[in-house]
């Protein structure tokens, strides 16, 4: 299927790795022009080339998007760069592993500014211009958790939902105005976080260092689904792609869970 996303611009916020990272290669590989976002300039210097030697055109600017000064400075650089922007993915977010007792009020509004106002501050940095071009995508990368919350991530679990309301409440607010807005629900995907969080798990419980094991052990006893194996981060920048094309256009205010069928 031929996409059109060729010459389209886009800033992919949190891809210096994870799943932000497979967004943006799947968004390069369709002839995007991508603007790599993060903390760690190694890390953006490695996506940028790895991008670029895979006959990609790619860019990155460093910041941290939980201050309003950093977040101008990724807007403007941005635009600077490539002139305009077609696709915005608000990936990037932290994800706290700490019980309802474990964490404090302050806790909360620390991870509601990363989670949720880090994605506002995004949105109305280039809304305008988006307007303007009557055209654009906005794609909110959320988590199955803002659907069914785990007692064990209260916090992380009520950003999500933030993430999956505003989504819904700006695409009505944008109705015929050319520019949709989803979100993605990702359910559990095998990034290196992940892989390293049940390596440890599998030591404890004596179930081998072989991945592929692993992860069948973690999907019979923890995290069924009915496709039997975690998801990829690949899995989830092929449906951000998808989403970002002029294909979608028929397509708004959407969920889209991302699970295995965990959730269904």
């Known amino acids: 299927m031929e996409l059109h996303l060729k010459g389209k611009k886009a800033l992919v916020t949190g891809s210096s790795s994870g799943i932000g990272e497979a967004i943006a290669k799947c968004l390069a590989k369709e002839g995007v022009h991508v603007m790599v976002h993060g903390r760690k300039k190694e890390e953006l210097n490695r996506v940028v080339r790895e991008i670029t030697q895979n006959g990609g055109i790619a860019q990155f600017v460093q910041g941290d998007l939980a201050n309003d000064s950093d977040a101008k400075h990724i807007a403007e650089e941005t635009l600077k760069t490539f002139g305009r922007l077609d696709i915005l993915v608000n990936n990037a977010g932290a994800f706290p592993k700490r019980r309802w007792l474990e964490s404090s009020p302050e806790d909360w509004l620390d991870l509601l500014n990363v989670n949720v106002v880090s994605m506002v501050r995004m949105i109305q940095a280039f809304l305008p211009q988006m307007k303007?071009?009557?055209?654009?995508?906005?794609?909110?990368?959320?988590?199955?958790?803002?659907?069914?919350?785990?007692?064990?991530?209260?916090?992380?679990?009520?950003?999500?939902?933030?993430?999956?309301?505003?989504?819904?409440?700006?695409?009505?607010?944008?109705?015929?105005?050319?520019?949709?807005?989803?979100?993605?629900?990702?359910?559990?995907?095998?990034?290196?976080?992940?892989?390293?969080?049940?390596?440890?798990?599998?030591?404890?419980?004596?179930?081998?260092?072989?991945?592929?094991?692993?992860?069948?052990?973690?999907?019979?006893?923890?995290?069924?689904?009915?496709?039997?194996?975690?998801?990829?981060?690949?899995?989830?920048g092929n449906l951000v792609t998808f989403l970002a094309s002029p294909v979608a256009d028929f397509i708004t205010g959407a969920n889209y869970r991302i699970d295995g069928g965990r959730m269904a």
């Open 132 to 236: 303007a071009l009557g055209w654009g995508r906005i794609i909110q990368i959320a988590s199955f958790a803002g659907i069914s919350p785990s007692p064990h991530l209260p916090e992380y679990g009520a950003t999500k939902a933030c993430n999956i309301n505003m989504t819904l409440s700006l695409a009505k607010d944008l109705a015929n105005s050319g520019i949709t807005v989803n979100t993605v629900s990702p359910g559990p995907i095998a990034t290196q976080g992940t892989r390293a969080l049940f390596q440890k798990m599998a030591q404890e419980e004596n179930w081998g260092t072989d991945w592929n094991e692993i992860e069948k052990k973690v999907i019979q006893k923890m995290l069924p689904n009915m496709v039997g194996r975690f998801g990829t981060p690949v899995d989830v």
